[in-house]
């Protein structure tokens, strides 16, 4: 006699109540306030210095802004400057950046300062790095030290995470980015609850944190391209080819990046590497002009204002620069994120698409540019969707978009990443 077997589905994971949740609203508040006021400060206080050193100080010496000459002195001094920083201060200004990436260690206290210099020294001087690892590792530590001290109950695991989340949501002035990286990194874990009970407390934090950012700020990433419409059948060509081309040519400089860091770790001391990377610096920006220095935000702007303004020689000049002068400041030792300068690449290239052939859309290159470009760098597949979609905001990308992220993920998936271990082998 043949049994029946019943197979029942497993149960689903409980829903939190709310008197568990509620009181995570407060630290998650208090870190989100935090974690953008320090990513503001520390924008600011770079802004500052850059307006001082490319503005001012070249006028009086006689010298002008945007001379070879000028850009070379600068960024060799700021190797100097940032050599000098991580040689001397507490920790030496945290751990190599090319053994990290956004999730960062909790550092002790006194590394932080020099790490602070450090980043401040980096933005001002024109190295193609942003501010967003660094931040990140400030505000993670403080959190955690911090919340430990004055909020011991709460559990010390969730201090990096929301310092984390806060300071996505203040980097992009929106909770959405800090929300979808928070779920992306939560997938691959087993987690006690519903998805949205988990990300509950990192979502309030990056709130708090886009909102406080918005407040003191007002950031915008939106460029102001003409908007797509309706996608046409010639759109969806251009973009899962420029997606996949981007994707190709960033995975050439994450190939490219275990060899340049073990050629600047052979100088072994950092007085010789940062400096010996301000020299390539400077004679990458002598190539791509001063257009391909910083972290690329502001640059990007100039750029989508007059695409008609450049060739598409020069487009193919500076995305290549670009992607060169990441690769160098991420290897050499200067502390910075590669988000924003990756941004930068892609727009470049997605222009030059439009260059070469004016029947593809502004908004489908650049979108789509950008997207392959940060999938290759970051591997963080909500965030380059997110940032792609933000740059243009334009609804007809959208579809385009998702379809396009198909193929450029099978190209950088399961291929070595942008980071590397103590012993100088690539991260998968």
Same mark, same amino acid.
């Given at each position: 006699?043949?049994?029946?077997?019943?197979?029942?589905?497993?149960?689903?994971?409980?829903?939190?109540?709310?008197?568990?949740?509620?009181?995570?609203?407060?630290?998650?508040?208090?870190?989100?306030?935090?974690?953008?006021?320090?990513?503001?400060?520390?924008?600011?206080?770079?802004?500052?210095?850059?307006?001082?050193?490319?503005?001012?100080?070249?006028?009086?010496?006689?010298?002008?802004?945007?001379?070879?000459?000028?850009?070379?002195?600068?960024?060799?001094?700021?190797?100097?400057?940032?050599?000098?920083?991580?040689?001397?201060?507490?920790?030496?200004?945290?751990?190599?950046?090319?053994?990290?990436?956004?999730?960062?260690?909790?550092?002790?206290?006194?590394? #932080?300062?020099?790490?602070?210099?450090?980043?401040?020294?980096?933005?001002?001087?024109?190295?193609?790095?942003?501010?967003?690892?660094?931040?990140?590792?400030?505000?993670?530590?403080?959190?955690?030290?911090?919340?430990?001290?004055?909020?011991?109950?709460?559990?010390?695991?969730?201090?990096?995470?929301?310092?984390?989340?806060?300071?996505?949501?203040?980097?992009?002035?929106?909770?959405?980015?800090?929300?979808?990286?928070?779920?992306?990194?939560?997938?691959?874990?087993?987690?006690?609850?519903?998805?949205?009970?988990?990300?509950?407390?990192?979502?309030?934090?990056?709130?708090?944190?886009?909102?406080?950012?918005?407040?003191?700020?007002?950031?915008?990433?939106?460029?102001?391209?003409?908007?797509?419409?309706?996608?046409?059948?010639?759109?969806?060509?251009?973009?899962?080819?420029?997606?996949?081309?981007?994707?190709?040519?960033?995975?050439?400089?994450?190939?490219?990046?275990?060899?340049?860091?073990?050629?600047?770790?052979?100088?072994?001391?950092?007085?010789?590497?940062?400096?010996?990377?301000?020299?390539?610096?400077?004679?990458?920006?002598?190539?791509?002009?001063?257009? $391909?220095?910083?972290?690329?935000?502001?640059?990007?702007?100039?750029?989508?204002?007059?695409?008609?303004?450049?060739?598409?020689?020069?487009?193919?000049?500076?995305?290549?620069?670009? #992607?060169?002068?990441?690769?160098?400041?991420?290897?050499?030792?200067?502390?910075?994120?590669?988000?924003?300068?990756?941004?930068?690449?892609?727009?470049?290239?997605?222009?030059?698409?439009?260059?070469?052939?004016?029947?593809?859309?502004?908004?489908?290159?650049?979108?789509?540019?950008?997207?392959?470009?940060?999938?290759?760098?970051?591997?963080?597949?909500?965030?380059? #969707?997110?940032?792609?979609?933000?740059?243009?905001?334009?609804?007809?990308? #959208?579809?385009?978009?998702?379809?396009?992220?198909?193929?450029?993920?099978?190209?950088? $998936?399961?291929?070595?990443?942008?980071?590397?271990?103590?012993?100088?082998?690539?991260?998968?």
């Amino acid at each position: 006699m043949a049994q029946e077997t019943t197979q029942q589905a497993p149960p689903s994971a409980p829903t939190a109540p709310a008197r568990a949740l509620l009181p995570f609203i407060l630290p998650a508040a208090l870190v989100g306030v935090a974690a953008s006021l320090v990513f503001v400060g520390v924008s600011t206080a770079g802004e500052k210095l850059q307006h001082l050193l490319w503005g001012p100080l070249p006028d009086a010496l006689g010298v002008g802004r945007s001379s070879v000459l000028w850009m070379f002195v600068v960024l060799v001094a700021t190797g100097i400057a940032v050599g000098l920083v991580v040689w001397k201060a507490p920790g030496h200004a945290g751990p190599d950046p090319a053994t990290v990436g956004l999730d960062a260690p909790v550092l002790p206290p006194a590394v #932080l300062p020099g790490l602070v210099l450090a980043t401040a020294l980096m933005l001002a001087g024109g190295p193609s790095l942003g501010p967003e690892n660094p931040v990140i590792a400030v505000n993670v530590s403080l959190a955690a030290w911090l919340g430990a001290r004055f909020l011991p109950r709460t559990p010390g695991a969730l201090w990096p995470v929301l310092a984390e989340a806060a300071t996505i949501g203040a980097l992009f002035g929106t909770p959405v980015a800090a929300a979808l990286v928070i779920s992306e990194a939560l997938a691959g874990r087993p987690m006690p609850g519903r998805l949205w009970d988990n990300v509950f407390a990192p979502l309030t934090a990056g709130t708090c944190g886009a909102v406080t950012t918005a407040l003191a700020a007002r950031p915008t990433f939106d460029l102001k391209l003409p908007p797509l419409g309706h996608p046409r059948a010639g759109d969806l060509l251009a973009a899962l080819v420029i997606a996949s081309v981007a994707a190709l040519l960033g995975m050439c400089a994450v190939r490219a990046f275990p060899y340049v860091c073990a050629a600047f770790r052979r100088l072994r001391h950092p007085m010789l590497m940062l400096p010996a990377g301000g020299v390539v610096l400077g004679a990458l920006a002598a190539v791509g002009g001063q257009l $391909t220095l910083f972290k690329g935000v502001t640059q990007v702007g100039q750029l989508a204002r007059d695409p008609g303004g450049w060739s598409a020689g020069q487009f193919a000049t500076m995305t290549v620069v670009k #992607l060169a002068a990441l690769l160098v400041a991420a290897s050499c030792g200067f502390r910075g994120g590669r988000i924003f300068p990756a941004v930068f690449v892609g727009t470049a290239l997605g222009l030059c698409a439009h260059a070469l052939v004016p029947a593809v859309h502004l908004s489908v290159g650049v979108a789509t540019g950008v997207l392959g470009m940060l999938l290759a760098i970051t591997r963080q597949g909500w965030m380059s #969707l997110f940032t792609a979609a933000v740059l243009v905001s334009s609804p007809g990308t #959208l579809a385009l978009l998702c379809v396009a992220s198909l193929p450029a993920w099978l190209l950088v $998936t399961g291929r070595p990443q942008m980071q590397v271990r103590q012993d100088g082998t690539p991260v998968r």
